[in-house]
T-cell receptor, first 119, second 114 residues
Framework: GAVVSQHPSRVICKSGTSVKIECRSL??????MFWYRQFPKKSLMLMAT?????????EQGVEKDKFLINHASLTLSTLTVTSAHPEDSSFYIC???????????????FGPGTRLTVL | AQSVTQLDSQVPVFEEAPVELRCNYS??????LFWYVQYPNQGLQLLLK??????LVKGINGFEAEFNKSQTSFHLRKPSVHISDTAEYFC????????????FGSGTKLNVKP
């Protein structure tokens, strides 16, 4: 149980275009979803936290107009990188926290990541 | 805010040897502690977690970790590693009062040699 998927796993786009990444919790409902960015040989940096039906909370230094996050349902969150530039190239990972009162609500379950390359 | 320190960026070890990956965190508030493994171009997989109770936690793939509150450490150990354990390992901490926030260490690359 507790599987999180991401789509696409890899995307290459031209500079100036927008790219949407989907994060889905497949077998549980996610109260909260998180978006991380990972640079090569670096740790994960939290970009934003999203709760279903409300606006995302962005970490300091993350441009909310550039990285649009939508958490439309308890199983889906999307990250749209708008007007992408080469410096946006990175590995983006989402995670989800389970809704309810199960023993797993204090965990985050991670997706497999999306490799974005902006040419 | 928490800070998480993984003292070793790389740990080379021979197959079947024991290994310890170190993790220290900053805050004295009550925390949850996690170890994750990441294989190349993949997401993070939970190895083990400490929430409460016994300070020695056993996880998957033969890994275990010990929570030491006085030293604010949560070191990961395995008595005998395999080639397949070669991966990046991340320690993470969350505050019990705000477990939406995960703080990650910088990672330790475990390189198991034949």
């Amino acid at each position: 149980g507790a599987v999180v998927s991401q789509h696409p796993s890899r995307v290459i786009c031209k500079s100036g275009t927008s790219v949407k990444i989907e994060c889905r919790s497949l077998d549980f409902q996610a109260t909260t979803m998180f978006w991380y960015r990972q640079f090569p040989k670096k740790s994960l940096m939290l970009m934003a936290t999203s709760n279903e039906g409300s606006k995302a909370t962005y970490e300091q230094g993350v441009e909310k107009d550039k990285f649009l996050i939508n958490h439309a349902s308890l199983t889906l969150s999307t990250l749209t990188v708008t007007s992408a530039h080469p410096e946006d190239s990175s590995f983006y990972i989402c995670s989800a926290r389970e809704a309810g009162t199960s023993g797993r609500t204090n965990e985050q379950f991670f997706g497999p990541g999306t490799r974005l390359t902006v040419l | 805010a928490q800070s998480v320190t993984q003292l070793d960026s790389q740990v080379p070890v021979f197959e079947e040897a024991p290994v310890e990956l170190r993790c220290n965190y900053s805050s004295s508030v009550s925390v949850y502690l996690f170890w994750y493994v990441q294989y190349p171009n993949q997401g993070l997989q939970l190895l083990l977690k400490y929430l409460s109770g016994s300070t020695l936690v056993k996880g998957i793939n033969g890994f275990e970790a010990e929570f030491n509150k006085s030293q604010t450490s949560f070191h990961l150990r395995k008595p005998s590693v395999h080639i397949s354990d070669t991966a990046e390992y991340f320690c993470a901490v969350s505050d019990r009062n705000n477990f939406n926030k995960f703080y990650f260490g910088s990672g330790t690359k475990l390189n198991v040699k034949p």
